[in-house]
């Protein structure tokens, strides 16, 4: 795994090692849970996403973290060769908007679509506050004219 490196994943409740193509988490290796002991015992899944287009990520099972490995290293050999600079920066872009969208909630703020909002737009077309008693007077008969010719009922 020369351009691979493999880190644990401390936040997994069972052992587990994220494996990183240069900051790129692009699979795992780890134990399995829930799983009788006559059976292997660790298990591989290779791919990312966003990046990877369903059914092209891949996993498997092993006894041993050797097998386990090569496995792996197959597998990311199978698929490195279909993937662009682009795919990767895909995820790099994810990662960088999941950081921020956290860091947001922990300061206690919200994301624009998490706002309330009283704004409503008028089967006439106009976008109206429906918090304003006047707005209300002018768009309301327009709102209960198209009710009942598209099913929707209050």
């Not at 795994?1 to 994220?18: C, N």
């Not at 692009?26 to 009788?36: D, E, K, T």
């Not at 386990?68 to 290293?73: L, Y």
Request: with cysteine; net charge neutral.
């Amino acid at each position: 795994m020369s351009e691979l490196t493999r880190r644990r994943d401390m936040d997994s409740a069972r052992e587990k090692w994220s494996i990183l193509y240069r900051d790129v988490c692009v699979g795992s290796i780890g134990l399995r849970s829930s799983v009788h002991n006559r059976v292997d015992q660790l298990e591989w899944k290779c791919g990312f996403y966003p990046g990877c287009d369903p059914g092209q990520q891949t996993s498997g099972s092993a006894d041993s973290f050797g097998l386990a490995r090569t496995a792996f290293e197959a597998a990311w050999q199978r698929l490195l060769p279909t993937r662009a600079e682009a795919d990767i920066q895909a995820w790099r872009d994810q990662q960088n908007w999941t950081e921020r969208k956290f860091a947001l909630w922990t300061r206690g703020e919200r994301l624009a679509s998490q706002q309330p909002s009283s704004l409503m737009r008028c089967p006439c077309g106009a976008c109206f506050d429906s918090h304003v008693p006047a707005e209300n007077l002018i768009h309301g008969p327009h709102i209960y004219a198209e009710q009942p010719r598209d099913g929707m009922r209050l």
